[in-house]
C-alpha cells in the first residue's frame, strides 16, 4: 500500500494509512454502504473565505440529497442554517468523536449508532487528532476526511487536491448520488 | 555551633555537657519547626503516595472518562521498538495503545511537574541562602491566613517560613520520581491507574507551583495579594530604544534580579532598559515596575531579530533552543544561567567580571554561561552598556523593498505552508507580497506564533517570519498596552466576600485563562473572552503568557483589560495573578473557598476538599495557547480537584480528553450527602477536558461547564442564562440541551421562561431535588475493598 | 519524647527546662548522624548539581562524539507538533535534530534513575520502618571498609545505618527531578549539554542502585560479597509440579520476602514452591535457598501459559502488562503489590485475608491490589493451596496435534514475521508444521524471545509462541541449572588482591555482562562469551536477567558457568553479583580500586576518580540484551566513569553511540600527570558506547576496549594477545589496527613477534612513551573558565 | 511521493522515505555517477543459509565488477574472502556508520570520502537504525541499502521482493555495469 504525504507534512500517523478517494464513485459507493452516516462540519478556520464559501455549498448540498445526518460545531451551524439545513445536532466536535466511538450511541438523531462518518473543516491538526482518535476507538467506524487535504488518519480522503478539483469531485458526487 | 545540611536541619548548641546531658542555648530547626514543637502532618492522607487517592481518581474518571486520540500508532519508548500498538495488537511489553497513550500523559505531566518543582527548588535553595531559613512566609499580610493552602492541603501541615517549604518541596521531589518511574516499560499497564497517576503529578505541579511562588512573593516583596498591584509597561514599542537594552528570556526572576539590583546599586536604573519575555517579565515587573514586558513566548524571534536588545539573558523554560544563533545573527551576547539550559557556552562563571564583558564586548565570545546571579547582574549591564553603541543599526529584519525583492524567488512549492502549524496561506501571501503588495503579509501578523517552522521547511532558505514582521512595522511602532503586575494569591478576606456568591451561584464563575497563547488569533481570542466574562460578572484571572496576551488588546476606548476591570476576586474582576507558578494561587483560591468559607478541614485532607470544590465551586480553566508539558501538568492539578479545563483546537494535541456523557442519565448520580441517598445531578460539569475548535465554542462551554451540582435554584438559574444567552447570540438558537440542567422551576431563568418551558416539555422534562451531592462513600459505612492506606 | 519525621530527622528528649535550657538525655539522630556529629560532606564536589562535572563530561564527549541514528524524524513532545526535524529543519521550539535525540536518550535515562531510585525508596523506606533507621549498614563485615563507594564518591559522606542513606536517596530524587525538568519544551538545547546530563543521570541511576541493594544485603541478610554464595535452582524443570506453585515476577523484592516468611512461621516451607522470573527471582535467592529461579523476563508467557504456576505475584518493573489477561486464561490468580504497577485491579488490602482468599479462589475476582507485604504472604500461600487442586490439567499451551491443525489455518501472509523482532521465519516454520513437522517451531526455542508481538499481528488469531513452546517441551523437561545466588558487593580484600594486576594490566580486564537478554540467540551467546572471557582470565561479572541467561547454558561437561568458575572476584571468576540494582557493585569497584590500591581521595572526589577508572581499570560493560531504560541509565552510570559499554546489534537503538575515531591522532592527547606535558595515548579506550553486530565482533571488542592508556607493557601486551588471538581466530587476520596499541617494544606480545614487527614498520610505526595520563587540568594551572562551582 | 512499508511493519521513520529500486539501471546509473563507492556487509544473521550464501556471492561479485571499496562487519570478513574478496577494512558496521558521517573521512582505503554506499546483512533494525545516522548526519551522502527488504531510512532501497526476484536484479546489474 502506497500513500501521499500528509498535508501539514509531519503530521504522519504510522502504520495504516487512509485510502484515497480516487473518484466520485468512491464517496458514492460508501454511501450507499451506509446505513446511518454522519457528517460533522467544523468553522472552516483557515480556509480562504470564498473557498470556504464554495466548500459549505458543495457538502451541505451533498448532505441534504444523500439524507446525511448533520452535527455543526461552533458556529458552523449558523453556515448551515443559512444554506437551508438545520443541523441534528450542535455538540463540541471532540464530544461528538467521543460518542462515535461508543458502538452503542444511539447516534446524533437518536436513530441508532452510526457507521459512517465525515468530517470536514476543523482545524487540520485537530481533524486529524479526532480522526486518530476514531481510528483507535471505533475500529468498526468508516470514516472519511471530506476535505481537500490528505488526512492519513481517517479510513479514506482526497490526496491533496487543488481547491477546484476538489469542488468538482464533490459535485459529481453529489449528482451520481442524486441519480 | 554546628550547622548541618542547611535544608534540612538547623541547629545550634552554645553549651554541651555529657552524660545525662546539660546543654545551653540549644536552638533546633527542623524544618521550619523552631523549638521542639514539631509540625506532624495531619489529616486522613497527608503526603499522599501515587496510589493513595485513587479512589477518587477512579470517581471522577468513571465519569469524565478518557478518549484517546494517538499521535502515533507506534511506540518506541524502548529498544524492542518500534512496536505497532494499531488495529488492537499489543507492544511486545503487552502495552495496549491506550495504556500508552496515559503513560505519554503521564510522562508529559512528570515533565511538567518535574519543571516547576526543580524551579521551585532552585528559588528556594537560594532564597534560604539569601534571607536565611527563618525567612517568614508572607503573601498577603493580616489579610491571609492560610498562606500555603495546596502545601497544607497535600502535606499536612503549615510552613511558617521559607525553610518549612523544604520539606513538601522533599515531598514533590520523591513523588516525582515515583510517578516518573511508573512509565518504565513493564510498569504500570492499566490505562485508568496510568491516569490517576496523571492527576497524582497535577497535584504535585500544583505544590511545586506553590512553593516557587509563595517563596519569591516573600523574599522579594513581591504585591502581595494586591487588587490594586501596579499597571507595567507591555509592548515592544514601550521600549526606550535610546538606551541600552536587556532583554530577560524565562521563567526564573532570581538572575534578573541580580540585573535590577546590580543597576540600582550602581545608580544605573534609569539610563538602562530591562525587558523581558514570558514569565520571567512577569516576575520580574512584580519585583520592580520598572521592568517592560516585550511580550509572551511568541515575541522572541521578532524582538531580537528587530536588533533592540543588546544583551539576552536566559534562564529556563520556555527559551527558544535557538537564541544563541539568532543572537549571533544581530551580534548580540547571550547569557545563559541556568544548569538546566546551559545552550553550549562556556562557563565563565569563575572569571573576573571585566574580563568577561570583554571578551563578549569584543566578540571574542557570542556568549556566556553565568551560575552566579550576582555576576550575570554585573555582566549583563556593563556588557549591554558597552555594546550599545557598537551594535547600533543591526536588524535581522529585512526593509520592505528587500521582501518584495527575496519573495520574487519564491518557487510556490508550498512546503513552507505546509509546515505553518497556525496553517497560514503563505504561499498566497508570499506571492501576493513578490507583486509588491505587503499588505496580505501585514494580515498575519496577529496570526503568526513565530514558531519558525516555514523558515526551515523554505528550501530557497527564505524568512517569511521576518518578512511578516518587516510587512508589520506600523503596527508594532503601535505595541504599547498597560497590565497590571502579577497581584499573587487571592486574600482570605476576598474569599470571605466571594465564598458565599460562587457557591450559591450567583457569582456564575471563576475562569482562569491560563497558558501558552501561542496559536493563530490566540490572543485577540483570549482577550475577547476574558472582556466577555468579565462583563458577565465571573471572576476572570489570568496568568503567565495568558496574563500578557490578554493586556495586548484594547477596548473601543482604547483601555486594556487591566485598566478596564478591576483587579480583586471580585464578580467582574480581572487579576493577572502572576507567571506560570502563581497558577497556584487559583487552585489555592477554589481550595481556600472550601476551607475559609465552608470550614471543611484543610490539611492533608485532599478527597474531601476535592469533593466540595468539584460539586460547588464554579471554576473552570482555560488553557487557550496550551503548548507545553507544564501546561499539561497544570491542567491534570486542576482535574483531580474536579475542575474542567477546556482547550484550544491545538489542546487536542495533548492525546486525550476526559468527557463526560450528558446521553447517559446514570454517570450522573451520586450520593446526597444528607440522606445518603442515590441522587441524580445531570451532567454538572459535563465535562473535565474538552478541546473547543473556536473561541465561540469555548465561551458557551465555559458558560456550561461552570454549573455545579450544588448550584442554588437561584445560582443555577443564573448560570443558565448566560449559557442560553451565550448559545443563542453566537449560534442562533436555544441549547438543545437546556432540560439537562434545569432541576426545578426556579431553576429556569425569567428571561427566556417561555422558550424554556416549551423546550422542557418536548424534552419530558422532570422535577428533580437539588442535591447536598458527593463523591465520596458515606461516612462510617464499610466499603468493600477497604480504605486506601 | 519527640519523634521526627522518620526520614529526616530521631530526636528523643527525655527531660526539658526551659530558659537557658537545661535537657537530660538528649539524644539527636540526624539522617545517619548519631550525636551530634554531623556528617559533613566532603571534598572537592559532593552532591553535584546536573552542572557540576559539565566539564569532565565535556572532556569524554569531545573525544567519544555521539553518533545519533533518530528513531523518528519527528519530535512530538509538545502540542506544537509534530515538527519535522529532517534535512537539518528545526522545530518550533528551535530544536534541531542531534539535541532532540539526546533529550530523548536523556528522558530515558531519567526514566531508568527514577525506577531505581524509587524502587530504592521503597525498600528503604520498608526497611526503616522494620529494622530501624539504625540498623547498621553491612555488605562484608570485616571484609568491607568501604560499604557505599558510589555514596561516599557522589554525595562526599560516608553512611553507616539505613538511616543515613535517606539523604543520598533524597538528593537522588532532586536531581531527576532537575534532569527531567531539562528535558521540557524550551530547556537544553545543545546536545553536548544534554549528554553531559545522560551523564548525570547514570551516575544518580548507580546511586540510587547502590542504596536499594546496599540496604536490602543489610537488612535481609543476603550473602555478603560471598564468593561462595549458595548454587541455586534454575528452570522451569527445577520446579516440582506436585507442589502449589507461587510465581513472583518482578524487581522488588520485598513482597516476596513477605511470601517466604509468612510459609515459614507457618511451616509451610517444604509443601509450596516459590519460584521466580526477573530480578525479584535473583534477589529472592539470595533471601533463601529454597526459592528457584525460572528465567530471564522473556520466560514470563512460556511458564504462565504452561498453566505451572497457582498463583502470579507481581511487583514491579519490567513486568509484562498484559500479565493479568495471561493469568485469567489459565484461571491463575494475581496478586499485584505496588503502586507504581497496580494493573487495574481492586484494592483489597483493607480487607480480611481469608475473605481475599476466598473471592480469588471463586473465581469473583480474577486479581487484587494488596499493598502490604505480610497480606501478600498470606493471601498468596492461601489462595495457592486453595487452587491447585481446582486448576490441575490447565494449560494454555496447545498439544502438538493441535498445532499441527491450527497452522493448517495459516494464510501466510507474514504479517507475524514482520512484527517478530527477532526476525524468525515463522512463514517457513509454521509451513512446515501445518504439513505435521514441528521440527522447525522447536528449532526457534532458544531464539524467540517470548514478545508475543506475532500474536497480535497475526489475523487469523495464531498464537505462535505457545506453539514454539509446545514443539519444545522435550527442550522444556531438561531446563534444569544451576546458579550461584547473587553475591552482592565486591570486598575490599579482593580489591586489594587483584587492584595491581587490573591497573598494571595482568588481568587483562573486568567485563561485566549485564542486560535483559531477550533478543535472539542473546542467552547461548551470552554463555559463550562469560566462558570465553572467563577462560582468558578477564575477571567475568554477570547482573540481573543476564546473571539467569548465563546459567542457562551448560559446557561440554554439562556444567554451568557457575559450576565451572569461581565466584570470587579474581582472574578467572564468574561472579553473579545479583540483580539489576547489583550492578552498583560492578562500578563500585572500579571506584574501590582507585580508592583502596591507588590510595585516591575518595568522598566527593568525582572527577579524580573517574579520570583514574578511565585511565587505569581496564573494566568493560557489555549488555547484549539491553532493552529498557533502566538498562539506558546503568550504561550511562559506566560512561561518566569513562568505562566503555558494548550493546548487540538492537542496541543501536537507544538511538547514539559515543564513538571515538582511532583515525584521528589529535582526539588522543592528553596531559601526563608528571610533567604536566601533552603525550599521545592511542586509541585507548577506543569507544565509550558501541553496538556490535555480533557476538564475534562484541568479544573482539572487548579485548580492545580493556586497553587503558596506563596500562603497564606487560598489561598492554597480554592485552594486545587476546585482541590478537581472538581476531585471528574469528576474523582469519592480525587486526589491521594493531600498531595503534604498541606504545614500544615491550608492549609487543612474543607470540606474535615477527608479524606485528612486519605490521609495524609498514605503518611507519613509532614509539612512543607509556605516559601517566589524566584528562584533567594540570592541579593548580589557571583553567580559562574558572572550576565549575 | 508515495511509498511501501518497511519489511518490518513497524520500523517507519517519519516524513523521508527511500526511493524505490526499480530496475538495474538505477543501481548503475548510481555507480556511474558515485566517484567513490563503498560496501558495507554485514553477517547475514537472520536469513536462511541457503539464500545468504547466494546472496553474498551476488553482492561480492556485483563489488568486485564495479570495483567497489568492501568492509566486512565481523565474520563476514570470512565469507568474503572465501568468496576471493579481500575487504579493505573490518570495522563494525557502526564504526563505519559514524565515519560516513564525517564528510572528511578518507575513506576506508585512504582514497578519499565516499560518496555513496551500500549496506547489505544487517540485522534489520541495525540496519535501519545505522541508515538513520547517515540519513541524519550525512546528508551528502548517498545510501543504497541492498537486502530485498524495504529500508525507508535508505536514500534507495529495494521495495520487498522475493529472493529470486531480488537475485536476478543483482545480477543484471552486474550485467549491466559490466558492459
Ligand atoms: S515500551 Fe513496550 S510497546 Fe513500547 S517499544 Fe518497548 S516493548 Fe514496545
Ligand atoms: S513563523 Fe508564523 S508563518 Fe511561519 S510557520 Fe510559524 S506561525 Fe506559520
Ligand atoms: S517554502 Fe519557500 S519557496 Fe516554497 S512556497 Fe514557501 S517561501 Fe516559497
Ligand atoms: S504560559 Fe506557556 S509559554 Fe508562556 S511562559 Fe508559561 S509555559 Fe511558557
Ligand atoms: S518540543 Fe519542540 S520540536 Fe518537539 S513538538 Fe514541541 S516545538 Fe516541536
Ligand atoms: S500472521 Fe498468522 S496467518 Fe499470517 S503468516 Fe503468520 S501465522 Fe500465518
Ligand atoms: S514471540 Fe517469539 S516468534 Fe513471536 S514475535 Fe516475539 S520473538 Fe518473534
Ligand atoms: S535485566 Fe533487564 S529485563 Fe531483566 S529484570 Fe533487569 S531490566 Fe528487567
Known amino acids: ?179 | 555551633m554546628v550547622l548541618l545540611d542547611r535544608n534540612t536541619v538547623y541547629l545550634e548548641v552554645q553549651e554541651v555537657e555529657t552524660d545525662a546531658a546539660r546543654i545551653k542555648d540549644l536552638r533546633v530547626t527542623i524544618g521550619g519547626i523552631r523549638g521542639l514543637a514539631p509540625a506532624v502532618p495531619r489529616g486522613p492522607m497527608p503526603m499522599p503516595g501515587p496510589g493513595t487517592l485513587r479512589r477518587w481518581d477512579r470517581k471522577l474518571l468513571s465519569r469524565y472518562r478518557p478518549f484517546y486520540m494517538p499521535f502515533c500508532e507506534l511506540c518506541c519508548l524502548c529498544t524492542f521498538g518500534k512496536c505497532d500498538l494499531s488495529g488492537g495488537r499489543k507492544g511486545a511489553c503487552g502495552i495496549t495503545m491506550n495504556a500508552q497513550q496515559s503513560r505519554i500523559v503521564l510522562l508529559a505531566c512528570c515533565i511538567g511537574a518535574a519543571t516547576h518543582t526543580a524551579h521551585a527548588r532552585e528559588i528556594l535553595d537560594h532564597i534560604v541562602s539569601r534571607f536565611g531559613e527563618r525567612h517568614p512566609l508572607d503573601t498577603g499580610g493580616s489579610q491571609i491566613d492560610i498562606t500555603a493552602p495546596i502545601t497544607r492541603l497535600v502535606c499536612g501541615f503549615e510552613p511558617q517560613t521559607v525553610g518549612d517549604l523544604d520539606r513538601a518541596l522533599r515531598y514533590a521531589e520523591n513523588q516525582i520520581t515515583q510517578l516518573l518511574a511508573a512509565t518504565h516499560t513493564g510498569q504500570e499497564g492499566d490505562y485508568l491507574d496510568l491516569e490517576s497517576k496523571v492527576f497524582h503529578a497535577g497535584m504535585v505541579d500544583h505544590l511545586g507551583m506553590e512553593i516557587a511562588d509563595i517563596s519569591q512573593v516573600s523574599a522579594y516583596s513581591f504585591p502581595r495579594a494586591d487588587a490594586d498591584a501596579p499597571l507595567v509597561e507591555l509592548g515592544m514599542a514601550s521600549v526606550d530604544t535610546k538606551k541600552p537594552v536587556i532583554l530577560v528570556v524565562g521563567h526564573n526572576v532570581v538572575p534578573s534580579v541580580g540585573i535590577l539590583e546590580y543597576a540600582r546599586e550602581n545608580d544605573l536604573l534609569g539610563s538602562i532598559e530591562v525587558t523581558g519575555i514570558c514569565c520571567t517579565s512577569l516576575d520580574l515587573t512584580r519585583y520592580s515596575e520598572k521592568a517592560k514586558i516585550i511580550g509572551p513566548i511568541s515575541w522572541q524571534l521578532r524582538y531580537i531579530r528587530s536588533g533592540i536588545p543588546s544583551v539576552v539573558v536566559v534562564d529556563e523554560q520556555c527559551v527558544r533552543t535557538d537564541l544563541p544563533d539568532e543572537c549571533r545573527a544581530v551580534r548580540a551576547p547571550v547569557i545563559a544561567t541556568s544548569d538546566k539550559n546551559a545552550l553550549g557556552l562556556p562557563d565563565r562563571t569563575g572569571d573576573p567580571a571585566d574580563e568577561i564583558v570583554e571578551d563578549l564586548v569584543s566578540g571574542r565570545v557570542t556568549g556566556v554561561l553565568l551560575r552566579d546571579p550576582d555576576i550575570v547582574g554585573e555582566v549583563a549591564v556593563k556588557t549591554a552598556n558597552h555594546v550599545f553603541e557598537k551594535r547600533k543599526g543591526i536588524t535581522a529584519i529585512p526593509p520592505g523593498e528587500s521582501v518584495t525583492a527575496s519573495a520574487g524567488e519564491c518557487t510556490h512549492c508550498s512546503f513552507c505552508q505546509r509546515a505553518c502549524p497556525a496553517e497560514l496561506p503563505l504561499v498566497e501571501v508570499i506571492r501576493e507580497a513578490g507583486a509588491g503588495d505587503t499588505g496580505a503579509l501585514a494580515s498575519l501578523y496577529d496570526l503568526c506564533i513565530g514558531c519558525g517552522r516555514c523558515e526551515s521547511a523554505c528550501p530557497r532558505g527564505l524568512p517569511l517570519h521576518s518578512f511578516i514582521i518587516s510587512a508589520s512595522c506600523e503596527r508594532i511602532r503601535d505595541e504599547k498596552f498597560s497590565i497590571r503586575s502579577g497581584r499573587g494569591a487571592i486574600s482570605d478576606v476576598e474569599i470571605r466576600e466571594v465564598g458565599g456568591p460562587i457557591v450559591l451561584g450567583e457569582i456564575p464563575g471563576i475562569v482562569a485563562f491560563v497558558g501558552c497563547s501561542n496559536f493563530p488569533r490566540g490572543g485577540s481570542e483570549l482577550a475577547s473572552m476574558c472582556r466577555e466574562f468579565a462583563r458577565r460578572r465571573f471572576i476572570v484571572c489570568t496568568s503567565g503568557c495568558a496574563a500578557i496576551t490578554a493586556g495586548q488588546y484594547r477596548n473601543d476606548e482604547g483601555k486594556t483589560l487591566y485598566e478596564e476591570f478591576s483587579g480583586k476576586f471580585e464578580a467582574g474582576g480581572v487579576l493577572n495573578v502572576g507567571s506560570c507558578v502563581s497558577n497556584a494561587h487559583i487552585s489555592g483560591a477554589a481550595i481556600k473557598i472550601a476551607a475559609i468559607f465552608a470550614k471543611r478541614e484543610l490539611d492533608g485532607n485532599y478527597e474531601e476538599i476535592a469533593d466540595y470544590v468539584h460539586n460547588r465551586v464554579g471554576a473552570v480553566g482555560v488553557a487557550w495557547g496550551a503548548m507545553s508539558q507544564k501546561a499539561a501538568a497544570i491542567a491534570s492539578g486542576f482535574w483531580r480537584l474536579g475542575i474542567p479545563v477546556i482547550v484550544g483546537p491545538h489542546g487536542s494535541k495533548y492525546r486525550r480528553m476526559l468527557l463526560g456523557r450528558a446521553d447517559h442519565p446514570d454517570d450522573w448520580k451520586v450520593n446526597d450527602a444528607r440522606t445518603g441517598e442515590e441522587v441524580c445531578i445531570g451532567p454538572v460539569p459535563e465535562h473535565l477536558f474538552v478541546a473547543a475548535e473556536t473561541a465561540e465554542e469555548a465561551m458557551v462551554l465555559v458558560a456550561k461547564l461552570s454549573m455545579r451540582p450544588n448550584d442554588t435554584t437561584r445560582g443555577r438559574s443564573i448560570k443558565c442564562t448566560h449559557y442560553i444567552d451565550l448559545h443563542r447570540r453566537l449560534y442562533g438558537t436555544m441549547p438543545g440541551d437546556i432540560h439537562l440542567f434545569i432541576r426545578n422551576p426556579a431553576d429556569v431563568p425569567l428571561t427566556f421562561k417561555d422558550e424554556i418551558w416549551a423546550h422542557l416539555e418536548a424534552h419530558g422534562w422532570k422535577e428533580q431535588p437539588v442535591p447536598d451531592p458527593t463523591l465520596l462513600e458515606p461516612k462510617g459505612r464499610r466499603v468493600k475493598g477497604g480504605k486506601p492506606k
Open chain 1, 1 to 179: 500500500m502506497t500513500r501521499p504525504a500528509p498535508w501539514q507534512t509531519a503530521e504522519t500517523c504510522g502504520t495504516r494509512q487512509a485510502g484515497i478517494i480516487k473518484g466520485p464513485q468512491v464517496l458514492a459507493a460508501l454511501l450507499k454502504k451506509a446505513r446511518h452516516p454522519l457528517m460533522l462540519v467544523g468553522n472552516q478556520g483557515s480556509r480562504d473565505p470564498e473557498e470556504a464559501d464554495e466548500a459549505l455549498n458543495a457538502v451541505i448540498f451533498l448532505a441534504q440529497k444523500a439524507g446525511i445526518s448533520l452535527v455543526a460545531s461552533g458556529k458552523a451551524v449558523l453556515s448551515c442554517r443559512e444554506r437551508g439545513l438545520s443541523p441534528d445536532s450542535t455538540i463540541p466536535a471532540t464530544d461528538c468523536a467521543n460518542r462515535l466511538s461508543d458502538p452503542a450511541w444511539a447516534g446524533v438523531d437518536g436513530k441508532g449508532p452510526h457507521d459512517l462518518v465525515f468530517i470536514i473543516g476543523l482545524p487540520y491538526g485537530m481533524e486529524w487528532t479526532l480522526l486518530s482518535g476514531l481510528k483507535n476507538g471505533a475500529p468498526a467506524l468508516i470514516t472519511v476526511a471530506l476535505d481537500r487535504y490528505y488526512h492519513p488518519q481517517a479510513s479514506w480522503s482526497f490526496a491533496n487536491l487543488a481547491h477546484h478539483e476538489w469542488l468538482e469531485m464533490i459535485s459529481e458526487t453529489t449528482r451520481v448520488i442524486g441519480r
